[in-house]
């Protein structure tokens, strides 16, 4: 299928690695022109670099941190600068710290809700005029299976992630006469950086790779009996930012191999 995004302009967060690199090289491949951002200057400008390389697009590295407020600004800015347009928004950002309720403090919540939940909205703010100019407007954000189903451990990230959806889904409404759609993907056991640090201790004590305890480990949970890949979040995020898309919108989708039990 041709997704006919040759030619428009995403701001993707959070896309030197992982998910946010999936989603960028599956908009890189069919053709649309990036901003990618990261904290990490050197990992997203090697980045941006080799996207660039693959697909022959144009591809900007931003070095930002995405909880901060200056980052939302600064990443609309260089889009307009370099392409004059955005006509997509992908929400992506590294996960708070893991925990129960007794480890967090005040100053633990509001850097939670200032990387999940309120560089949404910012985000949102800083590119909503020219998604509207665009005609073609699209937000994805990037939650977790969280929202629909807590785990245990991940206070802060269950509890903020919800936040994102339902602003998701208020934003849906608003802005649907605008044409600008508004979506939100739950990520599952995806073979992340992230997913990787809970069996690196256990892979180094049985002396074996962690890609190969992580994947023989999520087989078991899943019922497609494997690991998830960031690729396959990028097809879904490409698909939702095409035309093909266009009647889709406030919805949550579940990327998890069948690991969500629930009906909804």
């Known amino acids: 299928m041709d997704l006919n ?3 428009r302009v995403a701001v993707v967060n959070a896309a030197s690695r992982g998910l946010g690199r999936g989603i960028a ?20 400008e090697r980045t941006a670099a080799e996207i660039a390389s693959l697909f022959g697009v144009e591809v900007v590295p931003v070095a930002a941190d995405v909880s901060r407020p200056e980052a939302a600004p600064l990443l609309a800015g260089t889009a307009l600068d370099r392409f004059g347009r955005i006509d997509i928004l992908v929400n992506n950002s ?17 850097s939670a809700f200032e990387l999940l939940l309120l560089n949404v909205v910012r985000m949102v703010r800083a590119c909503l005029p020219h998604l509207r100019s665009s005609r073609h407007g699209r937000v994805v954000n990037v939650a977790s299976t969280s929202v629909r189903q807590p785990i245990r451990g991940l206070l802060l990230s269950n509890s903020l992630r919800a936040g994102v959806a339902g602003l998701a889904k208020t934003l849906s409404e608003e802005l649907a006469p605008d044409n600008i759609t508004v979506n939100t993907v739950l990520p599952g056991r995806i073979l992340t ?3 990787r640090e809970g069996f690196r201790e256990r892979a180094r004590q049985a ?3 962690v890609d190969d305890l ?3 480990e999520v087989a078991k949970e899943v019922p497609l009996g494997r690991v998830g890949e960031p690729e396959e979040m990028g097809g879904l995020v490409a698909f939702l930012c095409s035309d093909a898309a266009a009647y889709i919108t406030g919805q949550m989708i579940a990327v998890d191999g069948g ?3 629930g009906l909804f």
Do not use: N
């Open 5 to 7: 995004l040759e030619g």
């Open 25 to 44: 090289e599956a908009l890189a491949r069919e053709g649309a022109r990036l901003v990618v951002s990261s904290r990490d200057e050197e990992a997203i």
């Open 94 to 110: 590294g996960g708070p710290p893991g925990g129960y309720f007794d480890d967090f403090d005040d100053a633990s919540w509001q």
């Open 193 to 195: 950086d992230r997913l």
């Open 207 to 209: 002396g074996v790779p």
């Open 214 to 216: 992580a994947r023989s």
């Open 259 to 261: 690991q969500v039990r």
